[in-house]
Every structure is written in structure tokens, then in C-alpha cells.
């Protein structure tokens, strides 16, 4: 089931751009949980700190090194089909914060982050299953169709 962008960014608690500098499949009774990751905030667009180090998970997929624009909640608020058991399961390996609607909160940034000066050159891989802001400029990118990163923040921050 596809969800719109603009309603994630409701939904998430804090949005930014951040680098994967750590990460850890983690099990509890087991069983898998997910993962435990450590990133470095490279670019705050909603209640974030700017270098700040945070903890979140829980999505196994994220690449050591790469900037991912994120969309963060509460893990306890992470709607899964087996919640109950998982939760309760695997609270005590996974840290508060969690990626929202699953995988889809997690977009692969492309450019230089390491240069804040370069940001209008960033641009957002998408997942399946989010709808893009109507008239979001994209561009080609090794083939691919991806959005420029500050076009696609000023329309996704937009009220409706």
C-alpha cells in the first residue's frame, strides 16, 4: 500500500539527513529483531540536531556509510502485523527511535554530504510504495529517476 510523502513527514517525529557510521543485526529469544544502527545527523529538517550522533532502528538494509534522508517515530508506535509479540520480544535490543512505515522512511542520499554548500546537489533515491509530491523535479542518475533533495524537503514540509 503506497502513502503519500507528505503524510510521513507528519507522522515522523524528526526528519533528517544522516550517515550510517554504525550498524547491527540484533536477535532476541532467537529470533531476528532487525537492526541497531548509529548515525551521524548531516542535515536537520525537522527536530533534529545537527551533528548530533543518534541511535535508531530497525530496518536490516541500511548500507555503513551511506546518508539516507530519514524519517523517524517511536519504535513503540512502528505498526507491525506481529506487534504484540515483537515488541515485546525485542524492546530490550532495539533503541526508542525506529525508521517509520517500515523501509519506506529510509531514502538513500546521492552527493557530496560531506559539503553543506553541495545540498542543491543532493538528490533522494525513492522507495516503492510512497507518493511523491505532485510537480517534484526529478532527474536522471545513472539511469535512475531520483528527487533533488531541497525541492522535494520544501514540497514534503508544505501544508497541504
Known sequence: ?????????VEAKSVAVVEVVEGRTVSAKGKPCGARYKGRVVHSVKN?????????????????????????GDYIDVPLEAAPEFHARCKSVLPSTAVIAHWRGAMEIVGDTGEPGKRETWTVRPPTHV????????????GEKQFWFNDLVKRMAEEP
Open 48 to 72: 533534529a540536531a545537527p551533528r548530533a550522533v543518534i541511535e535508531f532502528g530497525y530496518v536490516p538494509s541500511l548500507k555503513i556509510g551511506t546518508p539516507y534522508l530519514l524519517l523517524l
Open 1 to 9: 500500500m503506497a502513502i503519500p510523502l507528505r503524510e510521513l513527514y
Open 131 to 142: 507518493v511523491f509530491p505532485l510537480g517534484a523535479r526529478t532527474t536522471a542518475v545513472h
